[in-house]
Each structure stands twice: as structure tokens, then as C-alpha cells.
């Protein structure tokens, strides 16, 4: 029972099973299971009937769906492990020109979209882009003359991927290398070892569950992509899925499709804990240890290392995209894309509000009962970032549908009218799946300001007679105003570039920025998507610098 100023403010309400849960905790997971709704649902549908649909699906692309899916991890996860941490070694631990700039710099191409990059290159490679043309240019070749990669293969996908992905590891490896202890490494070097030998003998081990959390997010990331992989012609099962709900008509295969991909998800999770076990990192803190100072090549091969992540995930799609944008400006200053523009800023800003009040919550619920239950309903909200957009919309879709139905045979029988679609395929539904699928990111900055704030200001307030709700308003809020506005535009972006999820629920004659591109670039008309695609860019470099700023005064 918590008590303030004398008063109790919280009873138990008794439920069957001898569970006796305090209104914050019933609040809280009352949220909990509206956010774990679509994956029950999904899940529900395992052991349904499906016909011949399944053994359709089994017998013929279900296993390319699981192999494309698990190369496409595979590439990625080296792809990003090996640009990821040798980048975060050799701007912690090295000094060289411009290292300062790297160290956030290397954050920028989490900003692109991996299908705006997809859509780029694809420009930039194709037959009459400027790298073909300035070759048979310089050779005098022709058409069948030379040879070059396709890019619109799974090698490319994982490549579009790696280049957008592999700032999630370096961010955590960075911070794993600075909050090493100066002894360890120094110790290594007092016993002879060279700058390699210290990075893969000691710095390396200690930064290991720093490189599997961030990997893990980037494979996550990796199992939501729809746009590169369908339009690479990659089978995964985000493609599957998305072709069997409105290729073949099939909600229950699909969502037995998704609910595979839910167990791949899971699996991942486990692994990754696994692949910890019971081993324990400890830093005994300190300074920093004195960072080694590279020169002439050495230095030159550290700037082109940092360098080239950057050129291909961030300048040369961004400087292609502008150049495009500029070139058929009037193509671009139109009502549509206005209208498109604006669709996205209001989805992204409701979600944006409703994520960091339902985050707010949920933290401060966690923080007035730190209980086994609070700490469940927390975690059970914040599980959706770990599920694809695709998976969440059918999810969301199937009992909303469900739902619709009812409300119309009830309106029929009661009045004689049909009200038609007032759940599913509406704003609402959207930005439910926007909430069950990022309402973790802005949780943990919400978390991570609330817990900055001390327990002490609590309990002078509660002396003086103050409510929970009044201690929220009056001494937590004005204190997290940072932390908040962080979460928010954490969520903005995220929503803002969020294209499978959008896909499939978007109502009707509502496009986003994001489905515009999509829409634009399947169709092969790139210059008219390169504006909306370069908005996204823009916008999704504002969370980005402000990130890498934060870090870079952290050290």
C-alpha cells in the first residue's frame, strides 16, 4: 500500500487465482494486453484449418521464405558486427585526424530508410544511371560488353541493410569501449600486447554483450523490412505474408505465416541471451586509457575506414536523391505530395504524444510499485518493438475486423443500418499498430529520465500531503521535459519511415510520405519519389545528430 501524507492512495483489487493486483498495476497491464493483443492473435492461429492453403504454402515457398530470411540475417549480422565494432574500436581508442567528427558522424545513415537506399542504387546502377553511363563513356563499350553485379539480388539487400543497420552496433560497442577500465587494457600492454592483440583479448570479450544487444536490434530491424527485400525480388517472409493476406485472400495462412516469423523472433531473443550465458562484465571504472595515435597510413586507412560507411549509407544516396529532387523540381511541388506530407506529420505526431503519455505511465506506475507484477507489464508493453510491422498489422487487422462485423450486425438488427468500417482500416487502427510497435523506444527514455530523478523529491512531497498524480504533474514532469521530448521524436521518426505496418493498414486514399516512395519507386519512377524520400532523410537526421551529439559529450 502506498501511502501519502497518511492517506492510503492504493487498495488491492482481488481477481480469481488469489491475484491481488493495486490500481497502477491494473492500469498497467491493461495496457499490457492491449499492446500483446495482435501477437495472441497471431498466435491463436496456429493450430487453425487453413485447407489445402498451407500445405500450398509448405510445400512450395515456405521454405524459400525460411532460408532468404536466414542468409539475409547471416549477411547482415557479419555485415554489421564487422563495419560496427571495428569503427566504434577506432574511434574510442585510436587518435587520428577527424576523429572527433566520426564519432558521430557514424551515426548519420541510421537516418536512411533501407528501401530509399534500395530504390537509389538501383538508380544509380541501372543501365542508364551515371555508373554505366560513364563507363561505356570511357571504354567506348555497348550494351553486353561488361558485366556488372546485379544489385537488386539478396547480396544487394544485405548490403542496403548493413549500410542503414550498423550504426545500432556501433552505438553500443562505442559505449561498452569507453566504459572499459584504463587497468584492463593497460595491463595487456605492460604484458607485451600490441594494439590488435588488446583489441581481441581484451577490449573485444568485455564489449561482447554490448555487440550482441546491438546486433540483435539490427537483426530485428532486418526481420521488419518489406520495401528493399520486395522490391530486390527477395522472398522473406515480410513478402510472404504481405502476398498471401492480399495476393491469395488467405488472413489465416498469413497470420500462420507471421506467427513462424514470431517464433524466428523469439528465437533470436534466446540466442542472444544464450550466447551470454552465465558469464559476468565487470568494469572497475577509471579514465580512460591514453588512446593510440595513428600516423600516415595508419591514419588514412583508419579515416577511410570511418569514411566509407558514411559515403555509401548516408552522402552519395542523399547527394543522388538532392540532385534528382532539383533536377524535376516539377514533378515535386505539388498538392499531392503536400497532402502526403501532412498525412505523415499527423500520424507521426499523434503517435508521437500518445506513445510518450502511455511510456509516462507506465514508468511512473514501475516507479510508485516496483513489484514482480509492474516489472511483467512493462516489459509485456514494450515486447512489440521485437515483432515486424507486417505481423502487427494482421494482428491488429484480424480482431478489428472480427470487431467491425459484430457493431454492423448489431446496427442491422437493431436499426436496419450498416455502418461499414469504423475500426479496421481507419487513423485509429494505424496508430494502434504505430503504438504496439514503438512504444518501446520511448519507454526507455522515459525510464532512463525518471530514474535520474530522486527518490528523495517523492518523499518530501508525499509529507506534504501530495497525490501520486500531483508529485507526476508538479516535480516529475517539469524534471523530464528532456527525456520526453527525446522519446517524442523518437517515435516521430520511427513512424514517420515506418512503411510495412503503413501498408497494410493505411486507410484508403490516405498515402504517407513513406507509401509514396513506395508506391513511386515500384513502379520505376524514382525522380518523382526522390523529394519524399529526401524528406524522410532530412527528418530522420534530426534524432540522429541529436544522438550523437548526446554521446559525444558524454565522453
Known amino acids: 500500500m502506498l501511502v501519502c501524507g497518511g492517506r492510503a492512495v492504493s487498495k488491492s483489487l482481488s481477481f480469481p487465482l488469489g491475484i491481488h493486483l493495486k490500481p497502477w498495476e491494473l492500469l498497467v ?6 499492446i500483446a493483443v495482435p501477437i495472441l492473435v497471431i498466435l491463436s492461429q496456429v493450430f487453425v484449418n487453413t485447407g489445402d492453403t498451407w500445405q500450398h504454402l509448405a510445400t512450395t515457398v515456405l521454405p524459400d521464405y525460411l532460408l532468404n530470411s536466414l542468409w539475409l540475417m547471416l549477411g547482415v549480422g557479419i555485415g554489421v558486427m564487422v563495419i560496427g565494432v571495428s ?17 558521430w558522424l557514424l551515426l548519420t545513415p541510421l537516418a536512411a530508410p533501407a528501401y530509399v537506399l534500395a530504390y537509389t542504387y538501383t538508380e544509380f546502377f541501372a543501365f ?16 553486353g560488353d561488361y558485366w556488372l ?36 587494457l593497460e595491463a595487456s600492454r605492460s604484458l607485451g600486447c600490441g594494439p590488435w592483440r588488446s583489441f581481441w583479448t581484451v577490449a573485444l570479450p568485455l564489449a561482447r554483450p554490448a555487440i550482441a544487444a ?20 527477395v522472398d522473406t517472409f515480410t513478402v510472404g505474408i504481405y502476398r498471401t493476406w492480399f495476393g491469395m485472400g488467405d488472413k489465416i495462412a498469413a497470420a500462420q505465416l507471421a506467427s513462424v516469423l514470431v517464433v524466428i523472433v523469439f528465437a533470436l531473443l534466446l540466442v542472444e541471451k544464450w550466447s551470454r550465458g552465465k558469464a559476468r562484465y565487470y568494469n572497475r571504472g577509471g579514465d580512460r586509457p591514453i588512446p593510440y595515435v595513428l600516423k600516415g597510413w595508419r591514419a588514412a586507412l583508419a579515416w577511410l575506414v570511418c569514411a566509407l560507411p558514411v559515403f555509401f549509407g548516408l552522402l552519395l544516396p542523399g547527394g543522388l536523391l538532392l540532385y534528382l529532387a532539383i533536377s524535376y523540381q516539377q514533378l515535386h511541388l505539388s498538392r499531392e505530395f503536400l497532402e502526403h506530407a501532412s498525412h505523415s506529420l499527423i500520424l507521426a505526431t ?35 518493438y521485437a515483432i515486424p510491422g507486417t505481423v502487427i498489422a494482421v494482428g491488429i487487422l484480424m480482431p478489428l475486423g472480427w470487431l467491425d462485423n459484430v457493431i454492423n450486425d448489431v446496427t442491422e438488427h437493431l436499426w436496419g443500418v450498416e455502418v461499414g468500417l469504423i475500426l479496421s482500416g481507419t487513423i485509429t487502427a494505424l496508430i494502434y499498430a504505430y503504438l504496439v510497435r514503438f ?11 525518471l530514474v535520474k530523478i530522486r527518490p528523495s523529491l517523492d518523499e518530501v512531497a508525499r509529507t506534504l500531503g501530495r497525490s501520486p498524480w500531483n508529485i507526476l504533474r508538479t516535480v ?56 519524399s524520400a529526401l524528406a524522410l532523410v532530412v527528418v530522420g537526421l534530426i534524432p540522429v545528430i541529436w544522438l550523437g551529439r548526446q554521446t559525444r559529450w558524454a565522453d
Open 476 to 531: 516529475h514532469f517539469p524534471l523530464m521535459v528532456p527525456g520526453l521530448f527525446t522519446a517524442a521524436l523518437m517515435i516521430f521518426v520511427d513512424v514517420m519511415k515506418e512503411l510495412p505496418a503503413t501498408l497494410v493498414i493505411r486507410p484508403f486514399n490516405f498515402d504517407t510520405l513513406a507509401i509514396q516512395v513506395y508506391r513511386f519507386a515500384s513502379d520505376e519512377r524514382l525522380p518523382e519519389a526522390a523529394l
Open 439 to 449: 512504444l518501446a523506444v520511448s519507454l526507455g527514455s522515459v525510464e532512463a529520465s
Open 87 to 103: 569503427t566504434a574500436w577506432l574511434v574510442t581508442n585510436c587518435e587520428f585526424w577527424g576523429v572527433g567528427w566520426w564519432q
Open 149 to 184: 553485379p546485379n544489385i537488386r539480388s539478396l547480396g544487394g539487400a544485405i548490403a542496403m541493410l548493413t549500410l542503414v543497420l550498423y550504426p545500432y552496433v556501433f552505438l553500443l560497442a562505442r559505449v561498452a569501449f569507453l566504459e572499459q577500465a584504463t587497468c584492463s
Open 214 to 233: 546491438g546486433t540483435s536490434l539490427a537483426l530485428m530491424e532486418t526481420l521488419n523490412d518489406f520495401g528493399t527485400v520486395q522490391y530486390f525480388g
Open 128 to 143: 542508364e544511371g551515371p555508373v554505366q553511363t560513364w563507363l561505356r563513356e570511357l571504354t567506348g563499350w555497348g550494351y
Open 350 to 384: 499523434l503517435s508521437a504524444v500518445l506513445g510518450v503519455g502511455i511510456a509516462l505511465l507506465l514508468a511512473y506506475g514501475h516507479r510508485l510499485l516496483p513489484t514482480v507484477w509492474m516489472r511483467w507489464g512493462t516489459q509485456i508493453a514494450a515486447m512489440g
Open 29 to 34: 497491464w491493461l495496457i499490457a494486453l492491449v
